[in-house]
């Protein structure tokens, strides 16, 4: 793209046009919000430079468009935002000069300034060349260690805009700053790593990432991991499904993707230990029970992917999955696509499943097997469940023959145990 065909595109934004005309410091459209309209990509997000006093041009932004404006971050680095509908306006005062500001960013192609509404645009890095080029190159590699989450941005880049490619020397900066990530706040490496997950090409990202050791900065299982192109692959699939944006397997992509970054540690794809994936995301950043269920769903969806469909082992593990089932369902569709059409069936068949009664309730096992409350009576009464999922039992007295025979294998096993 020239200078001209990049001015002719900002200056046809009405938009633009109007926010320069209700604020009356001198602003430029910066960012990412620059880079993606030179890309002729939709956006609702502007990032804004303010010559002056952010917080007062978003207020008077607020004022003119209806919105509602609000601070960010603590002083001296306080953002202003302003939200009206769609957009979302970020405005920011210059870090210095403007040319210092330009020089503090991440990657060329964030570190254009166009000065509203008609000009001109600013380039000192190359930024407009390497955006022809879809090069992502690092501004300067200190840049990354003064906001090491910037090396995450850097992958996470080239997955939510391909055909973006970070160079052979930007790859080098980009590793070597990686180790800087420890010290990052997790919400912050979460957040990047669920945009990053969401991607057209987070396969290829999430490769990329493993081989120039950013993840291992993340998790040292990454470390020497096997099969990243599966899990690229994989990676691939479940991205795909989020951007349906509805169905069982969008939503259940969402939640279950961040499993594929503690596949090394949870021992795949030979395995899945659905504890060491939990340690293993938890130290990446997430919440422990986030963490928790997201190992555990993809845990049923290994199960799901090597079992046969209408056996009476897939409906008990249908139902043993419980909630879990969207998420396990997607990492199963993820491994082997003949899921993907399995997968709403499924679903169908847990909901009406859960809509039939029990044969016997809590209460009535308790008085058939004398068990007082506690561990057992729960393990009882999930246990004639299952086997009810499974077709095995169809009447109270089948029930009860189950529970008894089920009752002293429990037993059996325990003594077997203490010895």
Aim: a positive charge; hydrophobic letters at 50%.
């Amino acid at each position: 793209m020239t200078a001209v065909g990049a001015a002719r595109r900002l200056v046809a934004s009405a938009l633009l046009r109007r926010l320069a005309e209700v604020v009356e410091s001198e602003l430029f459209l910066v960012g990412g919000g620059l880079r993606d309209r030179l890309l002729g990509r939709p956006t609702h997000d502007l990032d804004l430079v303010v010559i002056g006093d952010p917080a007062t041009a978003a207020q008077q932004i607020a004022r003119t468009f209806g919105g509602n404006a609000f601070p960010l971050g603590k002083p001296p680095l306080v953002t202003w935002r302003v939200v009206i509908g769609r957009h979302q306006v970020d405005l920011s005062r210059a870090a210095g000069s403007l040319a210092n500001d330009i020089w503090r960013r991440d990657f060329t192609v964030n570190a254009l300034f166009w000065r509203l509404p008609r000009g001109p645009l600013i380039d000192l890095t190359g930024g407009l060349d390497d955006l022809a080029a879809r090069r992502l190159r690092v501004v300067r590699a200190a840049n990354l260690n003064d906001d090491p989450l910037r090396v995450l941005r850097a992958v996470r880049i080239m997955s939510t805009h391909p055909p973006l490619a970070l160079t052979s020397e930007a790859e080098r900066q980009v590793g070597a700053a990686a180790p800087g990530l420890a010290a990052v706040a997790r919400e912050r490496v979460v957040d990047e790593l669920r945009r990053l997950l969401a991607g057209q090409g987070a396969g290829r990202a999430l490769a990329v990432a493993a081989r120039i050791g950013v993840l291992a900065s993340l998790s040292p299982t990454w470390v020497g991991a096997s099969s990243v192109a599966e899990l690229a692959r994989r990676a691939t699939a479940l991205a795909a499904m989020q951007r349906r944006g509805r169905g069982i397997l969008a939503a259940g992509a969402a939640f279950v993707a961040p499993a594929l970054l503690a596949a090394p540690a949870a021992g795949s794809p030979e395995r899945w230990d659905h504890q060491g994936a939990a340690a293993a995301l938890e130290h990446i950043g997430y919440p422990h029970r986030a963490a928790a269920g997201i190992a555990r769903a993809a845990a049923f969806g290994e199960r799901l992917a090597v079992a046969e469909s209408g056996q009476a082992e897939l409906r008990a593990l249908v139902w043993e999955a419980g909630t879990l089932l969207a998420p396990a369902l997607a990492w199963a569709a993820a491994t082997d696509a003949r899921w993907v059409e399995r997968a709403p069936r499924l679903q169908r068949w847990q909901r009406a499943f859960a809509g039939r009664p029990p044969i016997l309730d809590g209460a009535e096992i308790a008085r058939a097997l004398a068990l007082p409350e506690g561990p057992d009576r729960t393990a009882a009464v999930r246990a004639l469940r299952s086997a009810q999922a499974r077709g095995e039992v169809r009447s109270p007295s089948g029930a009860l023959r189950f529970l008894q025979r089920w009752l002293a294998l429990r037993r059996v096993d325990s003594l077997s145990y203490r010895c």
